[in-house]
Structures are given as C-alpha cells and as structure tokens.
C-alpha cells in the first residue's frame, strides 16, 4: 500500500495569514499520462469532505484561488495564501493512483 | 447534477451483516470512465477507502476488508450496494459514497467528488 504522511498534524493561523500542509508519499504518483494522482480535501466540521484540488495541481470547482496545489513524484503541497475563518476543518491528501486509495493522516486547521 | 445519498441502518449488531445502499443521480453507471466508491471514517479519525466499483462492473475493494466486504450495483435502480459481514465495535463509523469519473473522458477529476452526506453505523450489542 501507498503510504501517505501529511504534516503538521495542526495547524493555528491567524486570519489573512498564508498556510501550508506537506503531504509525502511511500511511492511516485506520477501516472505515465503525466498526471500526479494526488487529491486534497477540506472536511469542514459536520460535513463530507469536499475537493479542493485535484492532479496535484488543479483546483477544483468553486475552489477559492487562494487555495493552491503543487508537487511532484512524492512530495505535494497545498497552499492557503490568505486564511480565512470558514477555511477551518480538516484537509486530507488522497493519493488516487492504485488500490487501495489512501488517505493521509489528516491536517487539523484551527484560527488562531 | 451529481448526488448520492446513503441509506441503511444506523444500529448493527456485533456479527450481523451491514447492507448499505447508495442511491445516485445525475451520471450513469452505464457510461465508461465512471466508477463509484464507499469510504469510511470512524469517529473522530481518519477517512479509510473501503471499495469502487466501476461501469465495466470492474471491482477492488481494500486488502484489509477483502474477505468481508462486497460491492455491487444496479444500473437500472442508479444504486451501488456495499455489503460487510461479520460487523464489529472497531467498524462504527461514518460511512460514505462518493462518485468517480476519468478526467479524460471529460467526467470527473480522477478523485472522489461529490461525496454523499454520509451514514453514521454503530455497532453495538
């Protein structure tokens, strides 16, 4: 299985400040296509998780651009260049390359 | 449109055999590059993918639950039917179905989107 480590695993920011998650991979999601399967999503509080990125790079729609992906091969980022309260909840890296997909650990974002 | 929607009991007891529907709409099982997955997240902890099951009826279905776990669809019904046997304390959880379509075919983004609200199972005697 594809291991999926995100850090941190908490995340304090003040509002209108920029963030960053780290998620790392056991093994290349570069596909032959040239795509990177790798996925984040927001699990705000009471919610489904919702997609904010997809193929590494490319946000999804209705995504704010203040969120941002990037990454390759086995290390992924995902950018929040200003936070705002409603961006509170949990993001997930998703590596959608082979079964069994996996998730990471998981990256708790709280306002400071 | 896409939405699904899970349905099923919300109380199962320790051994009993879990049956969950997700009802979809707004795609077609039918159409290739498009596939149907259920996931899972107990409470309080990580999601966990369980299986996915795609318009060519192709199915995978995590290693650890192998043996326990089955996926089906009807077409004509737009349901995907996830099965679990032999349930557990440690398998309560929120658990999710979410659609997948090839981004190539111009269908989705290769990733789950949109999930389900989710159905919270618990097992307990």
């Known amino acids: 299985d594809i291991v999926m480590t995100q850090s941190p695993l908490s995340l304090p920011v003040t509002p209108g400040e920029p963030a960053s998650i780290s998620c790392r991979s056991s093994q290349s999601l570069l596909h032959t296509n040239g795509y990177n399967y790798l996925h984040w999503y927001l699990q705000k509080p009471g919610q489904s998780p919702q997609l904010l990125i997809f193929?590494?790079?490319h946000r999804a729609s209705g995504v704010p651009d203040r969120f941002s992906g990037s990454g390759s091969g086995t290390d992924f980022t995902l950018r929040i260049s200003r936070v705002e309260a409603e961006d509170v909840g949990v993001y997930y890296c998703m590596q959608g390359l082979q079964t069994p997909f996996t998730f990471g650990q998981g990256t708790r974002l709280e306002i400071k | 449109q896409i939405t699904l929607k899970e349905s099923g009991p919300t109380l199962v007891r320790p051994t009993q055999t879990l049956t969950l529907t997700c009802t979809f709409s707004g795609f077609s099982l039918t159409t290739t590059g498009v596939g149907v997955g259920w996931i899972r997240q107990p409470p309080g902890k990580a999601l966990e993918w369980l299986a996915l099951i795609s318009w060519d009826d192709d199915k995978r279905y995590s290693p650890s639950l192998e043996s326990r776990v089955t996926i089906t669809k009807d077409t004509s019904k737009k349901q995907v039917v996830l099965i679990m046997t032999n349930m557990d304390p440690g398998d309560t959880a929120t658990y999710y179905c979410a659609y997948r379509g090839s981004y190539n075919y111009g269908l989705g983004t290769y990733s789950f989107d949109p999930w389900g609200q989710g159905i919270l199972v618990t097992v307990s005697s």
């Open positions: 193929l590494g790079s």
